[in-house]
């Protein structure tokens, strides 16, 4: 009798902890540290879906690529290991092509394109073919408007390119662009900072965020404000994982992620004018109106490479350039 009031309080007791504890635990990677664009992302989204979920799915953040490389966490969301992350849209490419569409070179010109491409039924064309590769694309987060850093000259032309070791990321379309504008184009993960110092490579491009976050005004004398892609974010989840959740779930973690999204591009174009002028301050020298038609002329005939010659893509690229 004693051994059956026993047993019958256990069953209770884990029947209510099960339901009083987080019953989701997500492992949500980035490849950048904190005060980084993916991290204030993750970090608004765990804040959020704490709160609204009643504490019943809780979100950790591994940062600082510990679970590994851009690449490398794709494959591990690919197998349910990692359930979400926030990745650079340059090394999708070699998961699937119709992400090379976001990573032409000046395709959208201004935030509010960025927005309204992204946010629309091109950008969830992109995510939902992303399905095929086992990755669940949940929305766009903002990187923002690559520019040219390096340690060798200041850049106004495309001549100036000429030669620069630029490390890229792993990405087929980021190299071309690359190699049309003349440089020496070299595929690093992330992160640098130590090739930059040492002089592995002259130089990098990203976001003005990075220059900041990751000092690379201690290492890099001159900047142009190149804005040649505006690199986006995309916020994915495990697709096995994703259909394993209730529709409810699904649509509350969809909401806040986007939610989180919205947040972080905001808070990341409110800090860019002051960057500028930390930058300048810190003593880069930075070319602000280089010879954009220059640049664009370089790269106006990539669209016929062999990377876009897949129908989807190809038509999608049509189409977004078209449209903006
Ligand atoms: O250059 C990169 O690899 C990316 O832009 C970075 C810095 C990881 C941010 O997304």
Redesign the pocket.
């Known amino acids: 009798m004693k051994k059956t009031v026993l047993f019958i309080a256990a069953v209770a007791l884990l029947a209510f902890t099960g339901t009083a504890m987080a019953d989701i635990n997500i492992k949500l990677a980035v490849?950048?540290k904190p005060g980084?664009?993916?991290n204030i992302v993750a970090a608004k989204f765990e804040e959020l879906i704490a709160q609204r979920s009643g504490g019943n799915i809780s979100v950790k953040v591994y940062h600082s690529a510990s679970l590994g490389n851009?690449t490398e966490i794709l494959q591990q969301i690919q197998m349910n290991t990692i359930q979400m992350a926030v990745i650079?849209g340059?090394p999708f490419d070699t998961f699937d092509p119709i992400v090379r569409v976001v990573s032409y070179p000046f395709l959208l010109k201004d935030y509010a394109q960025a927005d309204a491409i992204l946010d629309g039924p091109l950008g969830a064309e992109i995510l939902k073919s992303l399905e095929r590769s086992k990755i669940k694309g949940l929305c766009f987060s903002e990187?923002g408007f690559r520019n040219l850093s390096n340690n060798k000259r200041p850049v106004n032309t495309p001549e100036d390119v000429k030669g620069l070791k630029i490390r890229v990321?792993s990405s087929t379309i980021h190299k071309s662009i690359w190699q049309a504008l003349g440089a020496n184009p070299t595929p690093m993960p992330?992160p640098i900072y130590t090739e930059l110092e040492q002089g592995v490579i002259d130089g990098q491009e990203?976001p003005l965020w990075?220059m900041e976050v990751y000092k690379f005004y201690e290492i890099q004398k001159y900047m142009t404000m190149t804005r040649h892609v505006y690199?986006c974010?995309i916020d994915v989840a495990s697709l096995d994982w994703w259909n394993s959740l209730n529709p409810a779930d699904q649509a509350l973690i969809q909401k806040t992620i986007h939610d989180a999204a919205v947040f972080e591009r905001q808070d990341n174009r409110s800090k860019n004018a002051a960057r500028l002028a930390m930058l300048k301050e810190k003593g880069m020298q930075i070319v602000e109106n280089p010879d954009i038609q220059a640049f664009r002329a370089r790269v106006a005939d990539l669209k016929n490479l062999d990377l876009y010659s897949d129908p989807q893509v190809k038509a999608l690229l049509e189409k977004i350039l078209d449209a903006t």
């Open positions: 490849v950048t980084s664009a993916q851009e650079t340059g990187n990321m992330w990203n990075v690199s974010h």
